[in-house]
């Protein structure tokens, strides 16, 4: 018997589809950032195939939070680095 749901993959393939449109819409530098809005998400596929949730675009903003989270947590050690090194000099 086959499968009654559609996988996360298959669900994010679909939205990503659906945004297709808005995505043309954007100037040529958002459309790079909005594309890689769309990566964060598929990065964390495994983890979002796991929440049964009935809205994919859940999964995928939880996935994009997560990873700007981690790209705010990279900048404010580096910025803590350059403090620390500043006050030694």
Known sequence: ????NSTYRDLLRATEERWHPYRRALRRHDQDHFDRLFE???AHADAA????????EVRILVSVVLEQE???DDLESTVEELAVSLTLR
């Not at 018997?1 to 009654?4: D, H, I, K, Q, V």
């Not at 195939?49 to 994919?56: A, C, F, R």
């Open 49 to 56: 195939g796991y929440l049964n949730h009935q809205s994919v």
């Open 70 to 72: 981690k790209r705010i």
């Open 40 to 42: 964060h998400a598929r």
């Open 1 to 4: 018997m086959g499968r009654t």
